[in-house]
């Protein structure tokens, strides 16, 4: 249901407003994993914890696809060569005085 809100969400601002089924796409596999849970818990069967399993692995799987394919528009991000870490294109915080 978060991740159904959370793309929603974000279809709705300009920068994704290409991704208009992914969170009807979300909201239904997961209702599925939670149905056959349920279902599986109530006649007292001892496959749910499989099929949770399944279910963090594949997507875990579906997860890694989508991060090793996708295409980052420029800017995208920068690694800083000396640190090793990402750079921010957001400006720093102001710095507290006190």
Not at 35 to 64: D, G, K
């Amino acid at each position: 249901m978060f991740a159904f809100l959370f793309v929603d969400d974000e279809r709705r601002r300009s920068q994704f407003a290409d991704a208009d089924g992914v969170a009807l796409l979300y909201l239904i596999a997961a209702g599925l994993v939670a149905l056959a849970i349920a279902v599986e818990t109530y006649f007292q069967n001892e496959r749910w914890p499989l099929i949770a399993t399944l279910a963090m692995a594949v997507a875990s799987v579906v997860a890694v696809i989508l991060a090793a394919t996708v295409s980052l528009a420029a800017p995208g991000y920068a690694v800083d060569l000396d640190g090793g870490g990402a750079l921010s294109s957001l400006p720093a915080a102001p710095a507290i005085h006190g």
